[in-house]
Each structure stands twice: as structure tokens, then as C-alpha cells.
Nanobody, 125 residues
Framework: QVQLVESGGGSVQAGGSLRLSCSTS????????MSWFRQAPGKEREGVAR???????TYADSVKGRFTISKDYAKNTLYLQMNDLKPEDTAMYYC???????????????????WGQGTQVTVSS
């Protein structure tokens, strides 16, 4: 059974840092995009960081310069390093893998599957 397991969320004050982890054997699918999404209450799920099969990363404007997505193939883990956190970063964070290989990473959540259970990030001011 395919699984993606997120961890690393928590509660921090504004300006703090967290590192999220997504453990999955799917990371070996090197031609598939892997992404971090987040969803705040009452809002749509949005992509915040994406990495393609060539390890090229893209970011939402709201997190650019503060978040870094990376892969560790040896540990079968996708990471999201989040620095200088802001209250508006508060959300449930999910990792997911694209349904199809060699598709643009910036496509919406409907183009992704095998979602994990999510990990909550709460940033207080």
C-alpha cells in the first residue's frame, strides 16, 4: 500500500522555523513531481513548494525566500524547511506526488495523489 507520512509540524512563534518531513518510497519515482501543499480552514488547498524529477524547485510567491524543498533519496524523505514563519503560514501541510510523470509541477492538487494525513503548523504572532 502506497503511503506518504508527514511529520514535523508544531506550534511556533512568528519568526521561528520548522522542518517538515514526508517519508515515502515514492521518492524513487524520479520523473514525477513531488510537492508540499497546505490548507487553512475555509481556504482551498494551495501548492507552496514543488520539486521535479531533475530536483528543480519552485515556490509560491508567499513563501519564496523562506521555504526550501529538498529530497533525500537515501532516506526516502521529502523535506520542507520553513524559516521566518508568519501567522499566515498556519495551515495543515500535506505532501503528495503527481499522478503522471513529466507533467508540470505547478498544476493544481487534482493532478496529485497519494496524499498523506497532513501535519499541522501553527504560527502565533
Amino acid at each position: 500500500q502506497v503511503q506518504l507520512v508527514e511529520s514535523g509540524g508544531g506550534s511556533v512563534q512568528a519568526g521561528g522555523s520548522l522542518r517538515l518531513s514526508c517519508s515515502t518510497s515514492l521518492i524513487a519515482r524520479t520523473t514525477y513531481c513531488m510537492s508540499w501543499f497546505r490548507q487553512a480552514p475555509g481556504k482551498e488547498r494551495e501548492g507552496v513548494a514543488r520539486v521535479n524529477g531533475n530536483d528543480m524547485a519552485t515556490y509560491a510567491d508567499s513563501v519564496k525566500g523562506r521555504f526550501t524543498i529538498s529530497k533525500d533519496y537515501a532516506k526516502n524523505t521529502l523535506y520542507l524547511q520553513m524559516n521566518d514563519l508568519k501567522p499566515e503560514d498556519t495551515a495543515m501541510y500535506y505532501c503528495a506526488i503527481a499522478k503522471y510523470s513529466n507533467t508540470p509541477c505547478e498544476l493544481g492538487p487534482n493532478w496529485y495523489h497519494h496524499w498523506g494525513q497532513g501535519t499541522q503548523v501553527t504560527v502565533s504572532s
